[in-house]
């Protein structure tokens, strides 16, 4: 009983045709993702309940709820497959990245909220992130017969049309930092600060070389902030020494300086194309021996002095 107590005053639910409907429609102001996985966890919930009730019209009422389900499953083609396939959209489904929680545009706290989630992630992905919400405002404000639920949406997406003028204006994109691959970051010697070695590690291994996937990966030592949004920042301190002190980025026989290594360790370099090329030659292979015969300094260990 407190399982179906708790069912029933749920924002989400299967109970009945009626509440599988709205649940379908709340879902509508989240990104295609988030819907796919709350449908199908309420379409095994659902299952699973029904194999227990007892009683005639409640069975009715969540088979009701899960044709529902199943419906939206099918007439949402990218977001679900064939009951044949389950085991291919599971191997799927690991390789996409997981969603960045809470984004929203239901009212002003929901937008005000999901540009604070957004604050110090790629440039980029904030001004895909809103226009997506956008977009599905649209959507959500077409079916929605509350006319106070419809002004607090469009409450929202002001706030949200908002950051989007100021984002053009303020020509934020081209703050964006775009990601080495993980293939030109380890071709170099391994860094010695104990953060960005763990980077490359995530970067490489548990995101499997695509960023997008650092989004929702948290360091070892801090689960407040996610690894796109701390790269973002030690990019920030080490483009600012470069600048303040105009160190170059190339040495002259085109190897990376230092300070260039600082950013390539982050998995970004302002010159991307230069440094693919000189790594695409071979000539890293020859620079990282050069290093390791050589001090930080350039001097030559001791032990290698005659």
Known sequence: ?????????????????????????????????????????????????LQ????EDKKANIQAAIKVFENWLEENPSASSSSKKNSESSKEDKEKPE???????????????????????????????????????????????NEEKIQSIKAGVKILDNFLEDFDRENRGAQNMAYL?????????????????????IYDGKARGRYEHLRTLHPKSDDSKTWDIIRNKQLEKINKKIKENKSKLFNDNGSPTKEHLELIHWAYSPN???????????????????????NDDGSVPEKKKK
């Not at 227990?52 to 009683?55: E, F, L, Q, R, Y």
């Not at 110090?120 to 077409?142: E, F, W």
């Not at 691959?181 to 490359?200: G, M, N, Y």
């Open 1 to 49: 009983m407190g399982k179906e107590k708790e069912e029933s005053e749920s924002q989400y639910g299967f109970k009945n045709k009626e509440k599988a409907e709205e649940t379908v429609k709340l879902l509508a102001e989240h990104d295609i993702q988030y819907q796919k996985l709350t449908v199908r966890g309420l379409l095994g919930r659902a299952k699973r309940v």
């Open 52 to 55: 227990i009730t007892k009683a």
């Open 99 to 145: 969603t960045v929680p809470g984004l929203g545009f239901k009212d002003e706290e929901a937008a005000l909220n999901t540009l604070k989630i957004l604050e110090g992630r790629d440039p980029n992905y904030q001004k895909l992130a809103v226009k997506g919400l956008i977009g599905n405002s649209k959507r959500v404000l077409q079916s929605t017969k």
């Open 181 to 201: 691959p993980v293939d030109i970051v380890t071709a170099f010697d391994k860094p010695k600060d104990k953060l960005v070695i763990e980077f490359i590690e």
């Open 272 to 294: 991307a194309d230069k440094l693919k090329t000189y790594v695409e030659s071979g000539n890293e292979k020859s620079n990282t021996q050069k290093r390791k015969s050589t």
